[in-house]
């Protein structure tokens, strides 16, 4: 059995309700959120990224609120929402004429703002990407990687995965992207099977029973969020909901 510390954090993931990768990704985002909330507030080089992305998502920058940290969050927003009143201020009215360079852009480029005022528009939005995103795609790479490696090894990884609920559809198709031995594909693929089958079972089940001839036999507790892990095991986790 592995010591590495990327295999305990598999097995302790994998033994939560929910795809472990996506319990990873979303702690692994947590925890970037937090270190800069609690020791890179006033340091410029982090400020200055923020900037440019301006904060972060919608999905991490409500990650704040789960930190707790409210003092950093409101010199973060401060500073964001000062950058935004002045850019206000400088803006004039821009009309948008019928094929105005900001049009032309617009059908290009299906990301930039378009129609009246565009340039402000584009201004007041991020210039890069949302600093937790880039983070947790890194990490979340690892954390399939790591995967695939101890999925075979000896007391390694196979048993626990198909004892969980296995992999969301979206970081199996990640993992079927990443690996690269036949023997580890094949293990995968099987446990990954053993998991759905559990999965479309509960769900038989929980129809079952909200039929009125069978309302009578208690729901139980797999049965009962069979729906909601299935909404999960196909779009991936909701940050907090599994906590």
């Known amino acids: 059995m592995s010591t590495d510390s990327g295999f305990h954090n598999l097995v302790e993931a994998l033994r939560q309700p929910g795809c472990a990768v996506c319990r ?42 789960r930190t707790g940290a409210s003092l950093g969050t409101a010199i973060i927003t401060q500073d964001l929402l000062q950058r935004a009143v002045k850019a206000v201020d400088e803006a004039r009215f821009e009309a948008e004429g019928a094929w105005s360079r900001h049009r032309v852009r617009s059908l290009l480029r299906r990301e930039q703002a378009e129609g009246a005022n565009a340039a402000l528009s584009e201004r007041l939005g991020p210039h890069i990407q949302c600093p937790a995103c880039l983070w947790s795609d890194n990490m979340e790479r690892l954390f399939v990687e790591d995967l695939l490696k101890y999925l075979l090894e000896e007391k390694g990884l196979l048993g626990t995965f ?66 909601l892990r299935a909404i999960s095991t196909m779009v991936g986790a909701l940050p907090g909901r599994d906590k």
């Open 24 to 65: 990873l990704k979303i702690d692994s985002a947590d925890g970037f959120v937090e270190s800069l909330l609690y020791e890179g507030v006033t340091d410029p080089d982090r400020r200055h990224t923020l900037r440019e992305s301006q904060g972060y998502c919608f999905e991490h920058a409500w990650s704040l609120e």
């Open 162 to 227: 198909e004892a969980s609920d296995g992999l969301c559809l979206p970081h199996f198709r990640r993992a079927l992207g990443l690996v690269r031995d036949e023997e580890v594909y094949l293990a995968l693929i099987r446990a990954q099977q053993v998991v759905w089958e559990r999965l479309i079972d509960d769900l038989g089940e929980f129809v079952r029973k909200n039929d009125h001839r069978f309302q009578h036999e208690r729901m139980g507790k797999r049965e009962g969020d069979a729906w």
